[in-house]
């Protein structure tokens, strides 16, 4: 670990996020109009973001490694039926992450 | 003033229970990744994204550039680019505490905000606001912490616990899909991103996806929104996504 690059990355994201969050009070300051470019991409860029971020999370999936490919898969797809079923965020990820646990630790199966 | 403070606490229970909870997932993993607890504490004080901090985890262990990592940071955080919007006036007038007002505008602490209604004098108001924003970035810390000396103290094993962050996109995505009718957006996302995948390999991907993402959205800006508003007219609204994070 070199702690001067993870300095570094961690003051990048650190300015990125307040940049994101102060971005209205920097435009729109002193006015209320919004380009419907920015609206536009705002409404979005954050969906298409999200679905790559997913498949960000599932990189290191391959046909080289089924176990691996099985595991993930079917956990997301539980988590996700979970999800779409009971709308519970924590409830969602306590049981994708714990069945995902006892599969990856081979207790389950 | 501590009457103030306990309607703040109140209020802000439920995003506490959900903060605590992803914060320990948040310091387990990286922890496990092998930093020290202080990593986990100042990441959660100093960027304060909650899912932002899980894509940087990856991004921190597999040494991406600076360039990656601003670019990463902008989109993964660019629906923060539009909460502000509500609270521009409300901001302006509370002086240097209007900074860490914005600093601390994450999902939650604008979602509550635009559930609280107007009660009390326009100074108990701002106060209650500002309590509130304080409240919810300490349970992220604590909720960090916890997550990372738990995983210092105690040897258990944690193989796998690296699938909270998979599980928390998943939920994001699944609320997005059921909330909106258009769901081109996420599937240009999906696809830029294995295409992406397919060519880049697993360590350098994320970036020209994300890039990908961006151009082809605004290059088909006309077309996409002639869709959204045919999809708009033709359905009724969807469900409203409860929490994001």
Redo the contacts between chains.
């Keep these: ?2 702690i001067k ?2 300095l ?7 300015l ?10 920097i435009l ?2 002193n006015q209320r109009h ?1 380009p419907p ?6 409404e ?17 999936v391959s046909f080289d490694a089924p176990r691996l490919l099985f595991n ?1 898969l079917s ?2 797809v539980i ?2 039926l979970i ?2 079923w009971k ?1 519970n ?2 409830l ?3 049981v ?2 714990g069945l ?6 081979g207790i389950l199966g | 003033m501590k009457g103030i403070l306990k309607q703040a606490f109140l209020k802000t229970i439920p995003v506490m ?2 903060y605590v ?2 914060g320990i ?1 948040f310091g387990l993993l990286i922890q496990r990744a ?2 020290h607890w202080l ?1 986990a504490l ?2 959660s004080v ?4 909650g ?2 901090q899980f ?2 985890v ?3 262990t597999q ?2 550039s ?1 360039v990656t ?2 670019i990463t ?13 509500s609270f ?1 006036d409300t ?2 007038t509370m002086g240097k505490t209007a900074w860490y007002m ?2 601390s ?1 994450t999902d939650e602490t604008y979602a509550l905000f635009c559930s609280t209604a107007p009660v009390g004098t326009d100074r108990e108001r701002k106060r209650l606001m500002l309590l509130m924003s304080v409240l919810d970035q300490s349970y992220w810390v604590s909720g960090s912490l916890l997550g990372a000396l738990l995983g210092e103290a105690l040897s258990f ?5 690296d ?14 899909w ?1 909330a ?1 009718h258009n769901h081109i ?6 696809l ?3 295409i992406s ?1 397919l060519v880049f390999g ?1 360590s350098a ?2 970036l020209p ?2 890039v990908a ?2 151009t082809l ?2 290059l088909g ?1 006309r077309p ?2 002639a869709y959204d508003r045919y999809v708009q007219t033709k359905k009724t609204p969807g ?1 409203t996504p ?2 994001t ?1």
């Design positions: 670990m070199d690059h993870t570094a990355v961690i003051v990048v994201a650190m990125c996020t307040i940049f994101t969050r102060a971005f209205p009070f729109f300051g919004i470019s920015v609206s536009y991409l705002g979005m860029l954050p969906k298409a973001v999200m679905a790559a971020l997913l498949v960000y999370c599932l990189r290191q993930q956990c997301v988590t996700a999800h779409a709308c965020t924590l969602s990820i306590a994708g992450t995902y646990m006892l599969l990856s630790q | 229970v959900g909870f992803i997932a092998g930093y990593w100042a990441i100093l960027v304060y994204a899912s932002m894509v940087l990856g991004l921190l040494g991406a600076l990592v601003a940071t902008l989109m993964v955080n660019s629906r923060h680019m539009f909460y502000g919007l521009i901001f302006k914005v600093f505008l094993d944690i193989t796998g616990i699938f909270a962050m998979t599980a928390l996109f998943t939920v994001i995505c699944v609320e997005q059921l909106n957006s996420a599937l240009l996302g999906l830029c991103a294995i995948l697993p991907f994320l996806a994300l993402c961006g959205l605004m800006r996409l929104q469900k409860k929490e994070l």
